[in-house]
């Protein structure tokens, strides 16, 4: 009875993390944003796991990213669906209309010499192309959200460890103030039973 008490204290934990995500947010503390809504998602991936009755899988660095791929997998759907709502298409055009200062060919982030940042970049890039005229299909679905969880991932690693995002001009915040909107829908959609 216990675990099941600890497993719904972490919903309101994620809450309030979330919440506070979304007033930094407004205010345009995006920097505050983020790390309160990555927490926020960190939460929520451990209660998806938790709930599924996962357990962690070495380090705590691995399960942190185990639970976060392991929960966007499981409401991929959910996270296509809400992509292609009319907010989740503005802020997908928002975050796919950056223009990297060192290659203008690149959107989203500059990957620096980090090749799965590079990929999900990519595949990002090609799933959020305003002109794209097909729907993504099932294993499309599945990669979006994994590569979703990659560039959370790598933004928070960068961030938390002091290096820049590859953004010479500086615009980290301007990134941030794109991304956040979405990591925050998607944390709303991982409390979602």
């Known amino acids: ?32 944003a983020f790390f309160s809504a990555y927490l926020a998602l ?8 938790g709930d ?9 660095e691995n399960w942190e990213k185990d639970a976060i791929e392991k929960a966007m ?22 975050i796919w ?12 982030i500059g990957p620096g010499n980090d090749v799965v940042l590079q990929q999900a970049a990519l595949n990002l890039a090609a799933y959020f192309r305003p002109l794209r005229t097909s729907p993504l299909n099932p294993s ?8 979703l969880a990659t ?3 790598k933004v928070r690693n960068r961030l938390f460890h002091g290096g820049k995002m590859n953004d ?11 991304l956040n909107p979405l990591l925050i829908a998607i944390v709303e959609i991982l409390q979602q039973q």
């Open 52 to 60: 599924a009755k996962s357990i962690p899988n070495g380090e705590d």
């Open 97 to 108: 209309q950056r223009e990297i200062p060192e290659n203008k060919n690149i959107h989203i």
């Open 140 to 147: 499309e679905k599945i990669n979006q959200a994994q590569d």
């Open 168 to 178: 010479p001009e500086g615009s980290d915040a301007e990134l941030l103030n794109k």
């Open 42 to 49: 960190v939460v929520c991936a451990t209660q998806v796991m």
């Open 73 to 94: 997998n499981f409401k991929h759907k959910e996270i296509a669906i809400f992509l292609e709502s009319e907010n989740g298409v503005r802020i997908k055009q928002a």
């Open 1 to 32: 009875m216990s675990d099941l008490q600890l497993v719904r204290d972490r919903s309101a934990f994620a809450n309030q993390w979330l919440r506070s995500a979304q007033k930094q947010q407004d205010i345009g503390q995006v920097f505050s």
């Open 151 to 153: 560039l959370f991932r």
